[in-house]
């Protein structure tokens, strides 16, 4: 194993916070209520923060001479490694709910499951950001729970929401030449090894919410390898265009 495996490896944890973050952060100003649109600041804040962590690691890993604001905001759409449901849009707070639940659930195994890394560090992004994780699912899962067996307009929301993005949940799984790797060595975790645990949490919440679990065979996937939809671009042009346009400003 290469310094370059483990950097690869912790782009495809760390990006899915950083898009999902920049998305969350879209919506500040803009929640339901006051203290539904703080909850979803802090939660992009908490992504955030832990892509922090993980971007120092990256820099510190690198041969090149990085910060974690070049890590973040110099590479191209190909070079991050995010899952194709983390970049997508905020179509409205039933999507927006569907979007996070799906992707806490998975985030709250892995960390789980990387707390125990040989990776000292790995191990330590993962114990810090367990209790924030935990917060994340239990807010999105409530949420959930209230849209889906609310009114009728909020179910079918929440139905349409639910069939639209579960499309992009089996990527969240798939394993790459670098993942692979890291795992094999130890540092990195068997993601395909999480996903029973992960739909068996899923659709349990879902059959609460009185939603429908979609019967699709197909899933969208390519974000993992860079291949990126739409979104993507727009998103990196809003979050790089200062760094852009002001190479190394200084605040």
């Known amino acids: ?125 993962a114990k810090k950001s367990m209790k924030e994780v935990a917060y994340h699912k239990r807010f999105s899962g409530d949420w959930l729970k209230r849209l889906g067996d609310g009114t009728e307009e909020s179910h079918q929301k929440m139905q349409q929401a639910v069939k639209d993005l579960w499309v992009y949940t089996d990527e969240l799984f798939h394993m790459n030449e670098d993942d692979e790797i890291v795992t094999k060595a130890g540092f990195g975790i068997d993601n395909a090894a999480l996903k029973d645990a992960y739909y068996q949490e899923i659709e349990a919440l879902l059959k609460e919410s009185t939603i429908e679990i979609p019967t699709t065979s197909y899933f969208q996937k390519g974000g993992k390898k860079g291949i990126h939809t739409e979104h993507m671009g727009y998103i990196l042009a809003d979050m790089q265009y200062m760094q852009r346009t002001y190479p190394d400003m200084k605040w």
Not at 81 to 89: D, G, M, S, T
Request: glycine content about 4%; hydrophobic content about 40%.
């Open 1 to 125: 194993m290469t310094n370059e495996n483990l950097i690869q490896y912790i782009y495809s944890i760390a990006d899915n916070s950083l898009i999902l973050g920049q998305r969350l952060g879209e919506l500040c100003g803009h929640g339901p209520t006051l203290e539904t649109d703080i909850a979803i600041t802090n939660i992009a804040l908490d992504l955030l923060g832990q892509t922090r962590s993980y971007y120092q690691y990256v820099a510190e890993l690198s041969k090149e001479d990085l910060t974690e604001d070049d890590v973040a905001f110099l590479r191209k759409e190909r070079e991050y490694k995010n899952v194709l449901l983390v970049e997508q849009p905020n179509t409205d707070f039933a999507y927006i709910i569907a979007r996070q639940y799906f992707f806490d659930v998975y985030h709250f195994l892995l960390l789980e499951k990387m707390m125990d890394s040989k990776n000292v560090n790995l191990q330590a992004i």
